[in-house]
């Protein structure tokens, strides 16, 4: 989500002449020891420098608490869903709110120490009466995605010709048009999949490391920034390719490496943080931990190429899918209320498909290896959240021609019926839906889908059989 613009401020609260700044007792800091000052408070106070990010408190976040109380530069090491562009977008909040430029300035040039020729000249001209602009934080992070076909000029920087038109002679300063990393100057420069950049162009940005400036083509002219870059990449491209230069490599001056959600309370959490869910619609939690567990599973699996990884986004997209699927279920059966069911699972599918690669020879193998993948996770759930005791007593009232049907075609009173008939498995209900709602009793829709997965975890527990055509599934008692 893209931050809101933020207010302006009150001109009349804030210095607008170069004179007034100075007289205002306002001090000029680098980049690192603005953000170090801001981290320091932030950590005396207990608030957490990034409250977004979820799972990475023992590891990842105090590595990166080191690095800016250091000052250093990052580059952060991880497969793709790991939350390190959000990481570094969120270092902008350790930024002051507010920041004096010189007037019109297209580097942030800062009023006490201009770097410029158009801010030298400006201060020259007006001396204490210069005009002061003001920045917001947000204003002052550049970010680009290494592309192959990055150049030089789009991140240091070209002469605009433009200018040049105009009657400049090409040794003028002020014929040059700035690219992404001086117009950060003074804010934070993100570079996202580094390896991918060219060589060539990576070596561009070994002054802007470690002699701060940048050095622009045909120009005998050294612009001294004040920048922290932040980077990030594949391991896989990092390590194993040897797409990055290693004099750049050894300019960063911190390397962490990123993981995925190492539990699946962790994966929840996120994909409850992350995920657009509708109001009316009610995920119990065994829902919720089927939908981890698929993820989780997936990561383990060797069907799945796991060099890729298996994102976060993949939680996110199949919670978001089984909502949908059951909202579509709720509205044509005209029932009020839309949870989802076991029977909704297969609508994963679809959002699976395109968040991870199947190793395999044969064709069509995807859907064989996701529908495994979702039995696996059912029955995780069903023998972690299902006593073993009740699980006898379902079994044996399932003795004799007994048959309980399940399916996405199905209202919410057929599961009802269900459940008046069989004691058991009311009790097991019971058991598994504590606690899921704020109520004095369970809806109606939250048992249903406690129903499917009992019985679909006795299946799977080869405790009953199933006949399954469609969407329709009917389980009787073993022969």
């Keep these: 989500m893209e931050p809101s613009e933020p207010n302006p401020p009150d001109s009349s ?5 170069l004179g007034a700044l100075r007289s205002s007792g306002w001090t000029s800091r ?7 000052t801001n981290a320091i408070a932030r950590i005396r106070s207990g608030s957490p420098l ?56 297209e580097i942030n040039d800062d009023p006490f120490t201009p770097v410029s020729r158009y801010a030298r000249d400006l201060v020259a001209e007006h001396g204490e009466g210069t005009r002061i602009d003001w920045v917001h934080r947000d204003a002052r992070y550049g970010e680009k995605l290494a592309t192959p076909d990055t150049s030089i000029a789009d991140l240091i920087g070209e002469v605009d010709p433009i200018k040049v038109a105009e009657g400049r002679y090409l040794s003028d300063e002020l014929t040059l048009h700035y690219g992404l990393v001086p ?23 070994l002054n802007v490391l470690e002699e701060r400036d940048v050095q622009i083509r045909g120009y005998r002219i050294r612009l001294p920034l004040d920048v922290i870059l932040v980077a990030s990449a594949n391991p896989e491209d990092y390590t194993n390719r040897g797409r990055m230069i290693t004099p750049l490599k050894d300019r960063f001056g911190a390397q962490i490496r990123t993981h995925y959600p190492l539990d699946v309370e962790t994966e929840i959490a996120i ?14 939690d065994f829902m919720k931990d089927i939908v981890a567990t698929f993820t989780h599973l997936a990561r383990q699996s ?4 796991q060099r890729s990884g298996v994102s976060v986004r993949l939680t996110v997209a199949n919670l978001e899918t089984l909502v949908a699927a059951a909202t579509r279920r709720s509205l044509r059966l005209g029932e009020g209320e839309a949870v989802p069911r076991v029977s909704d699972l297969d609508s994963l599918i679809a959002s699976t498909a395109g968040k991870i690669e199947v ?18 996770s059912i029955l995780m759930v069903f023998k972690e959240r299902v006593s073993g005791t009740v699980i006898s007593e379902i079994v044996d009232a399932f003795d004799g021609d007994m048959v309980a049907n399940a399916g996405d075609d199905l209202p919410t009173s057929s599961y009802t019926e269900l459940l008046n008939h069989i004691a058991p498995l009311a009790t097991a209900v019971d058991d598994l839906t504590e606690g899921q709602t704020s109520g004095s009793s369970t809806s109606a829709g939250v048992q249903a889908s406690a129903v499917e997965l009992i019985l679909e975890g006795l299946h799977l527990t080869k405790r009953l059989n199933k006949d399954a055509v469609g969407g329709r599934a009917s389980y009787r008692a073993r022969a």
Excluded at 183 to 205: H, K, S
Excluded at 302 to 305: E, L, P, Q, R, Y
């Design 13 to 17: 609260q804030l210095p607008n002449t």
């Design 30 to 36: 680098t980049v690192k020891e603005e953000l170090r």
């Design 50 to 105: 990034f409250p977004q990010v979820l799972g990475y408190e023992d590891t990842v976040l105090p590595q990166f608490e080191h690095a800016v109380l250091a000052g250093h530069d990052v580059i952060l090491l991880g497969e793709r869903g790991q939350a390190k562009t959000r990481m570094i977008r969120a270092l902008t909040g350790l930024l002051d709110e507010w920041m004096p430029i010189i007037a019109g300035s």
């Design 183 to 205: 117009r950060t100057n003074r804010g934070v420069f993100a570079i996202n999949e580094l390896p991918d950049l060219a060589e060539r162009i990576q070596v561009g940005l």
């Design 271 to 284: 994909a409850d943080q992350e995920a657009q869910l509708a109001d009316d619609v009610d995920v119990p």
């Design 302 to 305: 060797s069907h799945i190429n």
């Design 359 to 376: 190793e395999a020879l044969e064709e069509d193998r995807e859907a064989e290896v996701v529908d495994h993948l979702l039995r696996s």
